[in-house]
């Protein structure tokens, strides 16, 4: 089975840096992502591990340990429309290309 | 098109109905995924399709939910008998084919069933 662990909800200040932890324990690993989704819209690509160390991607980086069962999602110079939940999602191993999400952090950022 | 097209965008029906929600995915991918997000929680997998066929269809609840494909592009998730606990919103989300980088969503239908 998948269990994919992220906390509920975040706060930072506009202008801060913020650190979204992601811990999984799945079946089969082929692949992590984090997905960005604004209340009421679809969830948009951010970031792809699939090896160990640090993705980064202007604003936004992500860090991937498979060892430890662990990613992070850095998130730098925040702006207001940043707020948004952001969601870890583990790619299986089967082929299908299938993704298994957590529940998401809502991250709120505030002036 | 350009993106993910589902319809309805919105949907409101009374317990016991049929319903059909329908995805039109990017043009040349092969791999369409069906999911359904509830308020608050992460989009949870219900059916793959590689093609015309379901590769995996593990994710659906019962046999009220069913998905078709027929010509391997336009696919319609059809839900049977609609119970108040189906409401949720429907994402679909294409990829260019399996294990081939990320899934691309549509905004999803969302379902209210009285």
């Known amino acids: 089975g998948q269990n994919i662990d992220q906390p509920t909800e975040m706060t930072a200040t506009e202008g801060a840096i913020v650190q979204i932890n992601c811990t999984y324990q799945?079946?089969?690993?082929?692949?992590l992502f984090w997905y960005q989704q604004h209340a009421g819209e679809a969830p948009t690509f951010l970031s792809y591990n699939v090896l160990d160390g640090l993705e980064e991607k202007g604003r936004f980086s992500s860090f991937l340990s498979r060892s430890k069962g662990y990613s992070y999602l850095l998130l730098k110079e925040l702006q207001m429309k940043d707020s948004a939940s952001y969601l870890c999602?583990?790619?299986?191993?089967?082929?299908?290309?299938?993704?298994?999400f957590g529940t998401g952090t809502r991250l709120t950022v505030i002036p | 098109g350009a993106g993910v097209s589902q319809t309805p965008s919105n949907k409101v029906t009374e317990k016991g109905k049929y319903v059909e929600l329908r995805c039109d995915p990017i043009s040349g991918h092969t791999a369409l995924y069906w999911y359904r997000q509830s308020l608050g929680q992460g989009p949870e997998f219900l059916i793959y399709f590689q093609g015309t066929g379901a590769a995996d269809d593990s994710g659906l609840p019962n046999d009220r939910f069913f998905a078709v494909r027929p010509e391997g592009s336009v696919s319609t998730l059809k839900i049977q008998r609609t119970e108040r606990g189906d409401s949720a919103v429907y994402l679909c989300?294409?990829?260019?084919?399996?294990?081939?980088?990320?899934?691309?969503f549509g905004e999803g239908s969302r379902l209210t069933v009285l």
């Open positions: 999602a583990v790619r299986d191993q089967t082929g299908a290309n299938n993704l298994f």
């Open positions: 799945t079946s089969g690993f082929n692949g």
């Open positions: 989300a294409s990829s260019s084919g399996p294990n081939t980088g990320e899934l691309f």
